[in-house]
């Protein structure tokens, strides 16, 4: 009968409000990164696009590739759209579908993150219906049946929205960085980051959010999303997406010496090529030789989501001080 509840309907929500927070309270925790010493305050990167995508589908999309490498070999583990629905494939083979028997919906399975762990991809993935997105995890690409990351609680940055997972492992945590999306009107979009001892039960950063949209006339005044984290010359770094007013979207890049404090930079990277004019989204780092390798997905349709002809492009960042 929940006799322990108060007969009073006031003090009944109150009560259920409060357990509800006392519950959302072990899901979150104060943290950094391991602190770096920190880069040269100079530095900053031009970037260098290839003329031609390196990858297309149409007249289906594919965009938001995530690469992994495999000794030799590199895995791009890319989303993949039909027309209907979005899907996470390899090698022009789907491999992740949206089920909407689950609490995926019918809309998106893809739009992830890929990580190799012990020897088996890992992948990060949002699903759920459109708007009201959450973020899973397969492995080798057996989902897990619920989702890993949920929603915040009530009139909290990441309420309505969790997507746009990007996964680092810095032993002994995983590391996430993804989008939130609150209730306002129309909703914020911003960044921010949890973590994890096994990539499964996630802590979010109580101070979350980490990266806000920028004021009115900004490349990201309508939001940020799609982080792509790495480590380069005694910093963090983060590329990501902005937004504008008009929904072209660009790159940024911003600075950190501990994951949570971020310092955006002047340098905003459009696409240059027609194929990639009016979207320039989605990146994916690697860092090897001392070269900082990026895959994007590109667009020529200033779009927030699909319809935009999207392919994936590669480029390098060169520092430059």
């Not at 899901?27 to 880069?39: H, I, Q, V, W």
């Not at 589908?57 to 583990?77: C, F, Q």
């Not at 209730?183 to 914020?188: C, F, Q, V």
């Not at 690697?286 to 990026?294: A, F």
Request: include cysteine; charge should be neutral.
């Amino acid at each position: 009968m929940n006799s322990f509840l108060p007969r009073s309907p006031l003090l009944r929500v109150s009560a259920i409000s409060f357990f509800v927070l006392l519950a959302g309270c072990s899901r979150y925790s104060n943290f950094t990164l391991p602190k770096l010493p920190g880069a040269d305050p100079r530095l900053t990167f031009t970037f260098d696009e290839q003329a031609a995508p390196v990858f297309s589908a149409l007249p289906k999309e594919a965009l938001n590739p995530s690469m992994i490498r495999r000794g030799t070999d590199l895995i791009d583990v890319y989303s993949l759209f039909d027309g209907a629905r979005w899907h996470t494939a390899v090698d022009s083979r789907i491999l992740l579908s949206p089920d909407p028997r689950t609490w995926e919906g019918s809309y998106i399975a893809a739009n992830g993150s890929a990580l190799l762990v012990g020897g088996r991809i890992w992948y990060w993935y949002e699903a759920a219906p459109r708007g009201a997105h959450r973020i899973g995890l397969a492995r080798d690409f057996h989902k897990l049946p619920q989702p890993v990351l949920d929603h915040g609680p009530y009139m909290s940055w990441d309420e309505r929205v969790v997507a746009d997972p990007y996964v680092i492992r810095i032993d002994p945590y995983f590391y996430m960085f993804y989008l939130g999306q609150d209730r306002a009107a129309p909703p914020r979009q911003r960044l921010g980051v949890a973590r994890s001892r096994d990539g499964v039960d996630w802590e979010k950063l109580r101070s979350n959010p980490v990266l806000e949209p920028g004021p009115p006339g900004a490349f990201d005044e309508n939001g940020l999303g799609e982080p792509a984290v790495f480590q380069y010359a005694g910093s963090y770094w983060m590329l990501y997406t902005g937004r504008d007013g008009a929904e072209n979207r660009r790159l940024g890049l911003s600075r950190s010496n501990d994951g949570v404090h971020w310092e955006k930079l002047a340098a905003v990277f459009p696409g240059t090529q027609a194929w990639d004019s009016k979207v320039l989204c989605d990146p994916t780092v690697l860092v090897e030789n001392d070269q900082i390798r990026v895959w994007f997905g590109g667009g020529d349709v200033p779009r927030p989501d699909e319809g935009i002809h999207g392919q994936i492009g590669y480029g390098v960042l060169r520092p430059v001080r």
